[in-house]
């Protein structure tokens, strides 16, 4: 939502809602005009006060101070209609309807500052998406590549899931991971990985050493005294399960080091199969607490393969009744589908799953290894 389009801006607001006006006006209109006909014991005049506080429901404060101004007009004129304006009755219901009107439109106000804030939060969140969370290319190297990340809050465009690729000179690198906990210490910790990443996957010899790089990286991290100034988690309970992936361009394999994340499924003709570690490696910052050597284990990846990358946001999804989300049985049923297509199709039904708003963020990559032929 841009700033020009902002409700409630300083000028008038007839834009979007400009049609709802009529409904105050219309509100004012029949209250006056029932008032004037009423017998003298009947007084509906305190009924007007409902035409600005359902205008700054909608509209800037400037309407709103508008609509209340024409309803005190009319209460004026029913005054001077039925009796005049010195009739107490009269007197006070004005005075009431002068007095709810500023209150309205000065919470109508302070809804436009918050929309506004709103605004900027939303620049901002675009901002660091692009600049942490960078977009994935469609193609890289023999794989054909495609993204997608659901924000858990409206307001949020990245949170703790994170994803990247690097090129090698023998092939390409990617990660996927989910940082514990939310908030911007989860987007700071997930800007650190993926930033170590970033600077080692195209250095690092081997699939083990990127990954020790990494757990290095996040235990210095959590040993840092600022970092555990703003983290309020308790030691040991921050940390990132990821999967890390090898993909040489000259062999038909995928070597995968999992630390504690949900395994990669693998779609081959219609089946899909989990690529579950034998030795899965304990998530990224607890070494300290769990002993581990990391070593990449090899799956076959032949052309025309997709690797379905996730975070638990997708598979801890649940509907309305508690069921959790069937991502491989939905996998299944689009494997025929390139990767583009696959997760369009995914992202619309585990949001309809989820009754359009999921409990977690969740992040998804697929990508499929194209036919030697294709190379370029």
């Excluded at 983290?231 to 309970?237: A, F, L, S």
Aim: hydrophobic share 50%; glycine share 8%.
């Amino acid at each position: 939502m841009s700033p020009g389009r902002l409700r409630g801006s300083n000028r008038w607001s007839w834009e979007p809602g400009h049609a709802l006006l009529a409904v105050p006006l219309a509100m004012i209109a029949i209250v006056t005009t029932v008032d004037i006909l009423a017998p003298p014991d009947v007084h509906l005049g305190p009924f007007l006060v409902a035409a600005p506080a359902v205008t700054a429901s909608f509209a800037g404060p400037r309407t709103t101070a508008f609509i209340g101004a024409v309803a005190v007009l009319a209460q004026t004129v029913v005054a001077m209609a039925r009796t005049n304006l010195t009739d107490l009755n009269h007197t006070f219901q004005i005075i009431a309807l002068v007095l709810i009107s500023v209150f309205v439109t000065f919470f109508a106000h302070l809804r436009e500052q918050h929309e506004k804030q709103l605004v900027q939060l939303r620049s901002v969140a675009r901002a660091a998406q692009q600049v942490v969370l960078r977009p994935l290319p469609q193609r890289v190297g023999p794989l054909r590549i495609a993204s997608v990340y659901l924000a858990a809050e409206a307001e949020a465009q990245i949170g703790g899931d994170l994803y990247a690729a690097a090129r090698t000179a023998q092939g390409t690198r990617l990660i996927i991971g989910d940082v514990r906990g939310k908030g911007l210490a989860a987007v700071g910790d997930a800007a650190l990985v993926l930033g170590a990443f970033r600077a080692a996957a195209h250095r690092q010899a081997d699939l083990p050493a990127l990954v020790a790089y990494l757990e290095g990286t996040v235990s210095s991290n959590l040993d840092d005294p600022g970092a555990d100034a703003q983290n309020t988690e308790d030691p040991g309970e921050a940390f990132v399960t990821a999967a890390i992936l090898d993909v040489p361009d000259n062999e038909s394999v995928l070597l995968v080091i999992n630390c504690g994340h949900p395994p990669p499924l693998l779609l081959r003709g219609g089946q899909v199969t989990p690529l579950a570690v034998r030795h899965p490696a304990p998530p990224l910052g607890l070494t300290e607490f769990v002993d581990s050597d990391f070593a990449a284990e090899s799956f076959a990846f032949e052309p025309g393969d997709i690797i379905l990358l996730y975070t638990d946001g997708v598979i801890e999804a649940r509907d309305p009744s508690g069921t959790f989300y069937p991502l491989v049985e939905r996998v299944a049923a689009w494997s025929g589908e390139h990767p583009q297509a696959l997760l369009s199709h995914l992202c619309e039904d585990l949001l309809s799953h989820a009754g359009g708003h999921l409990g977690d963020d969740a992040a998804m990559v697929a990508m499929e290894r194209l036919p030697r032929v294709s190379l370029r």
